[in-house]
């Protein structure tokens, strides 16, 4: 799959990954409660801007974003989660899946931008990958 193919699965991601950040800022429980709504809740933000973000920069390639969530549901890689209760560490181990996903998938999509000569989504991504990388380390603080 070339890099422009990997912007969509990224943007399904995010589309996928802002409700999910949703549902374990809602539901969590337990001692680590608010420190974890408010992280979930910085990274829902944070998820959103990026996923607007990204659909404009597949509007300047001349390609049409996917916008439905069945196209999103269809194309990524992070999957759904039913609502329920989530203890912190629970928590904490879903966040930190999804998001060495988009670490993964931000740094094949930054290394074939670099191959194709694309230093705008070069750019981009390399500011994901160092946002998906700190926080990753911050789950894993808050897990140890």
């Known amino acids: 799959m070339n890099y422009l193919d990997l912007l969509q699965k990224y943007l399904a ?17 337990g001692n680590r409660f608010m420190r974890i709504h408010t992280f979930t809740e910085e990274l829902y933000n944070q998820a959103f801007e990026d996923f607007d973000e990204v659909a404009e920069l597949l509007k300047t390639k ?11 549901l269809n194309e990524a890689s992070i999957e759904e989660i039913t609502a329920r209760d989530f203890s912190g560490r629970e928590s904490l181990e879903i966040l930190k899946k999804d998001l060495e ?44």
Do not use: C
């Open 101 to 144: 996903i988009m670490r993964q998938l931000g740094t094949d999509i930054r290394n074939q931008a670099d191959e194709a000569g694309d230093f705008e989504v070069v750019a981009l991504f390399e500011d994901y990958v160092a946002f998906f990388s700190k926080n990753i380390w911050f789950t894993q603080a808050m897990l140890g």
């Open 13 to 29: 991601n995010l589309g996928v990954m802002v409700v999910k950040l949703h549902n374990l800022h809602w539901n969590v429980t």
């Open 62 to 72: 001349e390609i049409l974003p996917l916008s439905t969530l069945k196209e999103y």
